[in-house]
Structures are given as C-alpha cells and as structure tokens.
Nanobody, 115 residues
Framework: IQLVQSGAEVRTPGTSVKVSCKASGYTFTSYFINWLRQAPGQGFEWMGRIDPEDGKAKYAETFQGRVAFTADTSTNTVYVELTRVTFNDTAVYYC?????????WGQGTQVTVTS
C-alpha cells in the first residue's frame, strides 16, 4: 500500500497550487483520503477529506472556498488545489488514508510561497 505525492512547489502570493497523491496496493474507492498540512514549527492541520468513490468532499472551515479536492478513479489519484495562496500556506502537505489514526501517509509535498 503506497501513497505517492507529487514534488515540491514554489508559488508567489495570490496564485494557486495543486498537489497530487497517487494510491496503489489497495482498492482506491474503499477509503477516504484526507489532506493535512504542517507549517514550519506547527502541528498538523486537517484540511479535509474526499471519498474517491463518489468524489464528495468535506472541507475544514478554515479552508472553505479556497481549497478543492478531486479524485480520478482512472489513475487512482487524488488532488488538492489551494487558491489565492499566502505566505501562511507555506507548509508540507500530506495525504493520508482512511480515518484516524491514519495508517498510511504520503511522503509529503513541500509547498513554499515566496515573493
């Protein structure tokens, strides 16, 4: 079972960033995928989750209107897109399978917002 994320991204404020998480080794539609992030010196922040079976997503209130999760069942990949990024969005972004405790995690994707 693996979750493999896309590589590091650098963005300027006000732009968008999209990170992918490709799942393998299990039935993709059987588990939610969560997105979390960890900013420098901070704990993990849950961003929300998506059900790959029907594409329905639930977002943390902090990110409402600025984040979108999508799932592609043809490639077993989920995506998070964050719009209107700010310096505060600099963090390592993780996908994680299922419910707590998340037993499978992606390796993390560094997103850096810089001018």
């Amino acid at each position: 079972i693996q979750l493999v994320q896309s590589g590091a991204e650098v963005r300027t404020p006000g732009t968008s960033v999209k990170v992918s998480c490709k799942a393998s080794g299990y039935t993709f539609t059987s588990y939610f995928i969560n997105w979390l992030r960890q900013a420098p010196g901070q704990g993990f922040e849950w961003m929300g989750r998506i059900d790959p079976e029907d594409g329905k997503a639930k977002y943390a209130e902090t990110f409402q209107g600025r984040v979108a999760f999508t799932a592609d069942t043809s490639t077993n990949t989920v995506y998070v897109e964050l719009t209107r990024v700010t310096f505060n969005d600099t963090a390592v972004y993780y996908c994680a399978r299922g419910g707590k405790p998340y037993e499978r995690w992606g390796q993390g994707t560094q997103v850096t917002v810089t001018s």
